[in-house]
């Protein structure tokens, strides 16, 4: 059983930055074979895709964060980081952090995450 726990949420002017934590319950010396990824979902809209640490550290973005946010995983913490940079009001959400085991071709799709945490919010005031 995976548990997984986000913090670092809250509200900041836009421009401003906050880093988003998501550390991981798993078995010893297993987090590194985890795919690690972070989903947002706005009021009345459908989940979406931020961003994806693979468990080989190749990182994905999808295209509206890319060049603000990044996305970085300590194994030996078993944590894994969204700093989040240039904030904008679009970005306003809750935050979920989700894992999945070894390779994900599909990392930018929720469905292909077992395992998710209860969210953070993070509210960006214009």
């Known amino acids: 059983q995976v548990q997984l726990v986000e913090s670092g949420g809250g509200l900041v002017q836009a421009g401003g930055s906050l880093r988003l934590s998501c550390a991981a319950s798993v078995r010893t010396n297993s987090f590194s074979t985890y795919t690690m990824g972070w989903f947002r979902q706005a009021p009345g809209k459908d989940r979406e895709f931020v961003a994806a640490?693979?468990?080989?550290?190749?990182?994905y973005y999808t295209d509206s964060v890319k060049g603000r946010f990044t996305i970085s995983r300590e194994n030996a913490e078993n944590t894994v980081y969204l700093q989040m940079n240039s904030l904008k009001p679009e970005d306003t959400a809750v935050y979920y952090c989700?894992?999945?085991?070894?390779?994900?071709?599909?990392?930018?799709?929720?469905?292909?995450?077992?395992?998710w945490g209860q969210g953070t919010q993070v509210t960006v005031s214009s």
């Open positions: 640490v693979s468990w080989r550290n190749t990182a």
């Open positions: 989700a894992a999945e085991r070894f390779k994900l071709d599909t990392y930018n799709r929720g469905d292909s995450y077992n395992y």
